[in-house]
C-alpha cells in the first residue's frame, strides 16, 4: 500500500467529520499483514473540549426530546447499519485481525443489536413508586448529561455501541473514544450518524491515544460520567482521576475466567466445541473467554486428549479466508505479550500440549502476529500462568477431585468476570453456580447474551454493571419525590 492509499481517519464533532486540530496522526496497522492501511487523529485536550462543548449544547434539546424520538434516531442508526453490514464486517476484520466470518457473524450483527435494543429498552423504562398510609414516593429519572465512553479494541463496534446506544437512548450526550489501535469502524459509524439524520453534537467520536485522549476526555469538567471497557491496569488509573471530582464511573475490565467440566458432565461433540471456541474465539481476546479449563481428575485424560485433539485442528489463517477459524492477533505489542506469557509458561513449568509457535501463514499475511492456540499444562493455581490475563490463545488445564476444590480454584484469581459450569447434575450446578466469585456465570454453554441480563464482574474485574435496565440506571440520576397524602 503506497501513502496515497493510506486512508485518513477524522475525528466526529458537532456533526461534522473533522481532521484534529493540531493535525498530529497515528498509524493503523492490518495486523494480518503487519502493514499501516490508515491514519488516526492522535487528538488533543481541544478535540476533546470542542467535542465537550458541541455536546453540552446538543443535550438540551436531545433530553427535551421523546423516548420515542431519541428511540426513532437509533433505530434509523441501526438500519443503515445493518444495510451496511458487509462493509463493516471487511473493516472490522480488517483492522483487528478477526476472521471475516466471526465480523460477519458476531460484530456487526451485535452492534445493530445493542443499537435496536436500547432503542426498545428506553421505550420500556419505568421508574418505582413506593406507597405507605402517609405518602407516595415516586422516583424520576433524568439524563446526567455530557457522558463519556472509552471502549477497547476486542470487539470494537460491539462495545463501542454498547456504551453509546444505553447513553443516548436514556438522553444524554456523549464524547466516545474508540482504542487508538481499531478505529476504523467507530470512524465509518460516524458517517452512518450522519446520513441517519442525528442531530449535530449528540454524539461526538474522538480518537487518540489512551494517555492523551482518553485522559483529557475523562478530566474534561463537562463530562459527568464515565462507562469504560478495557484493562484493569487503565481501570485504576481512571478511577484515581475520577474520585476526588465524584464523577459517576462503570468499569468493564479483566477476566481470568474458570471453564468448570465436572466427570458428569454430557461429553457431546458439541459441547466440547463450545469449550474450544469459549477459550480460542477470537484468537482469545474476548474478555469473557475461558482460559483457565478445571476438569475433574477422574475424566482429566480423556478430557485431556479429545480437547487438544480438537484445538489441534483449529486453522489459523488469513482472516479473509472462510476456512480460518483463528485470524491474527491485534498488533506487534500484542504478539510480543502473548508469546511472552507462554515463554514464562515454560519456564514456570508448564508442559505445553499444543501450539505455542508463532505460524508462518503463505501470502499477503506472511511474517505476522499469528499464534497457534495454545494449551499448557502442569502449573497450579497460584502460577503467574494461571493468574494473570493474557488475553490471547493460551489456554491452561488443571486437574480437581471435588466440588469444594472446583469452587476454591475458580475463585483462586484476583479477577471474578465470567465462568462456565459443565454438569448433568442441576442441584450441583446451581450450588457451585451461586458460589463462583463471578459476575457472570454459564452453566452448559458459554456466550449466550440476553442482553436483558446485567452484565459485569466482581473482584478486579468490574464495579457496576451494564446491559438492559442496568445500563439505563447508570446514564439516569434518580431523584426521589415524596407527596404527602
Ligand atoms: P486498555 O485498558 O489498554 O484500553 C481501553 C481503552 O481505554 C482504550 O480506548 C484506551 O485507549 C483507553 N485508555 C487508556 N488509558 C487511558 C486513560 N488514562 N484515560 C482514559 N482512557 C484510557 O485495554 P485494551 O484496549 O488493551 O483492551 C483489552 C482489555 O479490555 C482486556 O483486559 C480485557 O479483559 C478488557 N475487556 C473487558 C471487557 C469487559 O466487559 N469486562 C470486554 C472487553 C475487553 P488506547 O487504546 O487508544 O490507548
Known amino acids: 500500500m503506497t501513502a496515497a492509499d493510506t486512508l485518513v481517519l477524522a ?153 453509546i446506544a444505553p447513553a443516548l437512548a436514556a438522553g444524554n450526550t456523549v464524547v466516545a473514544k474508540p482504542s487508538e489501535i481499531t478505529p476504523l469502524t467507530a470512524f465509518m459509524l460516524a458517517q452512518v450518524c450522519i446520513d441517519a439524520g442525528l442531530p449535530p453534537g449528540v454524539l461526538n467520536i474522538v480518537h487518540g491515544s489512551g494517555a492523551a485522549t482518553g485522559q483529557a476526555l475523562i478530566e474534561h469538567p463537562a463530562i459527568k460520567a464515565v462507562s469504560f471497557t478495557g484493562s484493569t491496569r487503565t481501570g485504576v ?82 482472516p479473509n479466508e472462510a476456512a480460518s477459524d483463528l485470524g491474527a492477533v491485534v498488533s506487534q505489542a500484542h504478539f510480543d505479550k502473548v508469546m511472552g506469557h507462554i515463554a514464562l509458561a515454560r519456564e514456570e513449568g508448564g508442559h505445553v500440549l499444543c501450539g505455542g509457535e508463532q505460524v508462518r501463514v503463505d501470502g499477503r499475511c506472511a511474517d505476522d502476529w499469528f499464534i497457534t492456540p495454545t494449551v499448557i499444562e502442569g502449573l497450579g493455581a497460584a502460577y503467574r500462568t494461571n493468574q494473570e490475563e493474557i488475553f490471547g490463545p493460551v489456554a491452561t488445564l488443571i486437574a480437581f477431585d471435588n466440588d469444594e476444590e472446583a469452587i476454591a480454584l475458580a475463585n483462586a484469581t484476583r479477577y471474578g468476570l465470567a465462568a462456565s459450569v459443565w454438569t448433568s447434575n442441576l442441584s450441583r450446578a446451581h450450588r457451585v453456580g451461586a458460589q463462583l466469585e463471578s459476575g457472570i456465570v454459564w452453566i452448559n454453554c458459554w456466550l449466550r447474551r440476553d442482553l436483558r441480563t446485567p452484565f459485569g464482574g466482581v473482584k478486579d474485574s468490574g464495579v457496576g454493571r451494564e446491559g438492559g435496565v442496568e445500563a439505563l440506571r447508570f446514564f439516569t440520576e434518580a431523584k426521589n419525590i415524596c407527596v404527602a397524602l
Not at 494480518?32 to 455536546?55: E, L, Y
Not at 451485535?110 to 419505568?126: D, E, G, H, M, P
Open 237 to 318: 488509573a481512571i478511577a484515581s482521576t475520577l474520585a476526588p471530582k465524584f464523577k459517576k464511573v462503570s468499569l468493564e475490565m479483566g477476566g481470568k475466567n474458570a471453564t468448570v467440566v465436572f466427570a458428569d458432565w454430557d461429553a457431546s461433540e458439541a459441547n466440547l466445541a463450545t469449550i474450544v471456541r469459549a477459550a480460542f474465539a477470537n484468537q482469545g481476546q474476548i474478555c469473557l473467554c475461558g482460559s483457565r479449563i478445571l476438569v475433574e481428575r477422574s475424566i482429566y485424560d480423556r478430557f485431556k486428549s479429545a480437547f487438544v485433539e480438537k484445538v489441534r485442528a483449529l486453522r489459523v489463517g488469513d
Open 11 to 163: 475525528n466526529f464533532i458537532d456533526g461534522v467529520l473533522a481532521p484534529p486540530r493540531a493535525a498530529r496522526y497515528l498509524d493503523v496497522f492490518e495486523p494480518a499483514t503487519g502493514a499501516v492501511f490508515a491514519r488516526c487523529p492522535d487528538s488533543d485536550a481541544a478535540d476533546i473540549d470542542a467535542a465537550a462543548q458541541a455536546a453540552q449544547r446538543a443535550f438540551p434539546a436531545w433530553s427535551a426530546l421523546s423516548a420515542d424520538e431519541r428511540a426513532g434516531h437509533l433505530q434509523r442508526i441501526a438500519n443503515l447499519l445493518h444495510e451496511r453490514l458487509e462493509e463493516f464486517a471487511l473493516a472490522e476484520s480488517r483492522d483487528t485481525g478477526k476472521p471475516l466470518t466471526l465480523a460477519r457473524s458476531l460484530d456487526i450483527p451485535r452492534a445493530v443489536s445493542n443499537l435496536r435494543f436500547f432503542a426498545a429498552a428506553i421505550t420500556q423504562f419505568a421508574s418505582e413508586t413506593h406507597a405507605t398510609s402517609d405518602s407516595l414516593n415516586y422516583t424520576l429519572r433524568a439524563p446526567l448529561g455530557v457522558v463519556g465512553c472509552i471502549s477497547p479494541w476486542n470487539l470494537p463496534l460491539y462495545l463501542f455501541t454498547w456504551k
